[in-house]
């Protein structure tokens, strides 16, 4: 797999992981689950971002 390819798959698989979190983090009242998955969803589309920015240069 390309190296742009990966960062995308990667990327989106954190901004899920992330959504998960934060979900769990809300219904259980855990507040640092929350930003935990916060902060890996940020991660994941910045991520991603770079992975699409790769791919560009790529090309």
Do not use: F
């Not at 190296?3 to 992330?18: L, R």
């Amino acid at each position: 797999m390309k190296s742009g390819t990966q960062d995308t798959a990667e990327g989106k698989m954190h901004q899920v992981k992330g959504k998960i979190k934060e979900v769990v983090g809300k219904v259980v009242k855990d507040r640092d689950l929350e930003i935990e998955g916060k902060v890996e969803n940020i991660d994941g589309k910045v991520q991603e971002k770079i992975g699409q920015i790769k791919k560009v240069v790529e090309k």
